[in-house]
């Protein structure tokens, strides 16, 4: 099994930037893919971004590219995502997911069915 802790969400103001913390404990593992969703109140989860925990490949929704940028810190066990320049429409509570092992593709690795381990979310407020 593999916990997901997400960490780093707050109120901001529209403009602001943040960084997300998504803390991976338990199972060890050497290659995954990790992403980030996000889920408004009364709307369907979202993908935001992956990354291939191996490579560090990674991908964007159009909604965010160059805004926020994944990465990850091996040595830690940590994903991150930082968010610039944020919007109103940004404010959600954002998940942390992994496939272990990897095996979602570009054209999949959007839909929240492919991850198994979820965190239990982090909100983000972003003020007009």
């Known amino acids: 099994q593999v916990q997901l802790a997400e960490s780093g969400g707050e109120l901001v103001q529209a403009g602001d930037s943040l960084r997300l913390s998504c803390a991976a404990s338990g199972r060890t593992f050497s290659a995954a893919s990790l992403a980030w969703f996000r889920q408004a109140p009364g709307k369907e989860r979202n993908f935001v971004a992956a990354i291939s925990w191996r490579a560090g490949t990674p991908h964007y929704a159009d909604s965010v590219k160059g805004r926020f940028t994944i990465s990850r810190d091996i040595a830690k066990n940590t994903v991150y995502l930082q968010m610039n320049n944020l919007k109103p429409d940004d404010t959600a509570s954002y998940f942390c997911?992994?496939?272990?092992?990897?095996?979602?593709?570009?054209?999949?690795?959007?839909?929240?069915?492919?991850?198994?381990?979820w965190g239990q979310g982090t909100q983000v407020t972003v003020s007009s």
């Open positions: 997911a992994a496939n272990i092992p990897p095996r979602v593709t570009v054209g999949t690795m959007g839909r929240p069915s492919e991850y198994q381990y």
